[in-house]
């Protein structure tokens, strides 16, 4: 009896260690395993893609119960992979750098296939656009500027430059031309290639506020010459 007992208990903790589960509290997600007991669980990590991460508020695993390890990295694929959507569609507040460390994490997983290794390559692509996209912000008002400026320099003259009327030529042929594959990349021009108005938030240390002057006394009024 005692020997039929034990074989239970190992079977049933052997199927207990196989279990695995997500832990989320406020958007983090940690990654538990089960124990090599009938209860309790324990972090499981063995590999920078189980470590614990953040999602956006919206976005929660499809499943937290217990599952096998084939199906948490497939959970685990899903979530690194919309994670990483949002912050590259997202032109205006997307971090490509978190993007990017998402699909690493996905690409560690222990179960993926081929295909979605491509998928995932491909996605680190979309990363590096959006790098891109990121240097050329505020590339429209700099050249708008230099046109401006050359032009105003052929119609003046120059003593020590020459050719200003072609370089506001060449300048202006390369800002239509990047409109033009904004617009064939699907994108607005106006909203990727503009400055945004915190671009350079941070950059300077704020302005020192000074102190209000303090207010100056008011003289004692001299007392009426008939008061008692």
Known sequence: MAVVLLGLLWYVSSVHHSRFY??????????????????????????TAYDAFTVPPGIAPEMTGAMSHEELDRVLRDLFVRVAKKEIDDLDRGDPERAEAMLLKAHKLRHTTALEDRELLDMLGDVSFRRGLLEVRGVQERFDEAVREFRMAARRGSLRFKNADQWATVIARQRDEIRQLARTSGLDPDRVLARQSNDFK?????????????????P???PDAGAP
């Open 220 to 222: 004692a009024k001299a």
């Open 22 to 47: 997500l832990e989320v509290d406020d958007n983090r997600v940690t990654v538990e395993r089960g124990l090599y007991l009938p209860f309790g669980t324990a972090k499981y990590a063995p590999t």
């Open 202 to 218: 941070g950059l300077l240390p704020p302005l020192p506020t000074e102190p209000a002057p303090a207010a100056e006394p008011t």
